[in-house]
């Protein structure tokens, strides 16, 4: 079992999506950080279920509760842990169907894996319900790094085939990243928000679901940042995007579309201002050699169609080893997008934090 990360920081997230309670140990923090509860439960609360028509109706507050590492509204330099008490599980609807392999979960990897002895309810540690603790990581780090000016914002890039804009890649600026962070369905091109927000509800009445894009956006980042091959900034934030449950796709600056450019017109030509170097485009995403370059840092996340849907879909029973048809019941969201957004902007900036070391 992988539930350690990181080297200047190190993270340990535990719990279930049906237990007692999920939470996270976090080691690394320095001593004597300030942290402003509001804003971590604001972040919460971004990615909380049941604040919205357009995810599922399991309603759960993610308050949280720090167990060490915080002592006279300051951080210690002790470990920080914290945990989020789990309050709306409907356990019985996994009862039925805990032999059916529900298709693209984690249930046939993690019951082979763990020998049958892995907590199905509700996919139990390979949940998205563990990436709760995630953002509450998230959000101690990226205070930190918001005391550097280093700010961290997110779009929705794409509902399904709806398209929004995209950033700016060379002038995205703090005034529309923090714009963005107050919206709760936040978008470039308003005209496109319904559409999507349509669609969405559309795939639940169908009993189906869709995937999506989120583009994130870094400023403020100082130059010489990541270390070539192994520990570049690519490699250190891909393990974390990587690590969320649903994402199957990252790019960084132009990603794809890059290769379909000539060398002319993929590469970001220098030009100084004052004693800045800066660069006319940024189809390099603000990273050359694995280290950033002092430009903005653009990824893009593509995140699949939730898997729980009330379609039926051919499965096994991995008991009977036998051949059966299921349809999911229970409570889930028609797209996992919205609410994913806040953890790609969480684990980020635990990345980014990391990397500062």
Not at 93 to 107: F, I, Q
Not at 207 to 214: A, E, Q, R, Y
Request: aromatic share 8%.
């Amino acid at each position: 079992m992988s539930g350690v990360w990181g080297k200047k920081i190190k993270l340990s997230i535990f719990g279930e999506s049906h237990g007692k309670a999920i939470g996270i140990n976090i080691d690394g923090i320095p001593a004597g950080v300030e942290l402003d509860m509001d804003y971590i439960q604001r972040e919460m609360r971004r990615r909380a279920p049941g604040r919205s028509e357009l995810s599922t109706t399991r309603v759960e507050e993610d308050s949280f509760q720090i167990l060490s590492g915080y002592f006279n509204n300051r951080t210690t330099g002790t470990p920080l842990c914290a945990v989020i008490y789990n309050t709306d599980q409907h356990s019985k609807d996994y009862e039925k169907t805990k032999a059916l392999l529900r298709p693209s979960h984690g249930d046939y990897t993690g019951f082979i894996k763990y020998k049958g002895f892995n907590d199905y309810r509700g996919g139990g540690h390979f949940s998205g319900r563990i990436t709760a603790p995630l953002v509450f990581a998230g959000a101690v780090c990226r205070q930190i790094l918001e005391n550097h000016n280093i700010i961290i914002g997110s779009h929705i890039k794409s509902i399904g085939r709806i398209e929004d804009e995209f950033f700016d890649m060379a002038g995205v600026g703090s005034e529309l990243l923090n714009t963005l962070k107050g919206s709760s369905f936040p978008v470039l091109d308003k005209k496109i928000e319904q559409n999507m927000k349509e669609a969405i509800i559309n795939a639940g009445n169908e009993k189906d679901s869709v995937g999506g894009i989120i583009e994130t956006a870094v400023i403020n980042l100082p130059p010489g940042l990541g270390e070539p091959f192994f520990d570049s900034v690519e490699s250190t934030l891909a393990h974390l995007l990587f690590s969320v449950p649903a994402v199957k796709a990252v790019e960084f600056g132009a990603g794809f579309r890059v290769t379909g450019m000539k060398g002319s017109e993929a590469n970001d030509e220098y030009y100084i201002e004052g004693d800045i170097i800066k660069t006319f485009s940024n189809n390099s995403g603000g990273i050359n050699g694995g280290i950033t370059n002092g430009m903005p840092l653009i990824l893009r996340v593509g995140i699949k169609p939730t898997p729980s849907i009330g379609k039926a879909q051919k499965t096994v029973d991995i008991c009977e080893k036998e051949n059966r048809i299921i349809e999911i019941k229970g409570r889930h969201d028609p797209c996992i997008v919205p609410r994913a957004l806040p953890v790609i902007e969480a684990v980020t900036a635990i990345g980014i934090f990391d990397l500062l070391g």
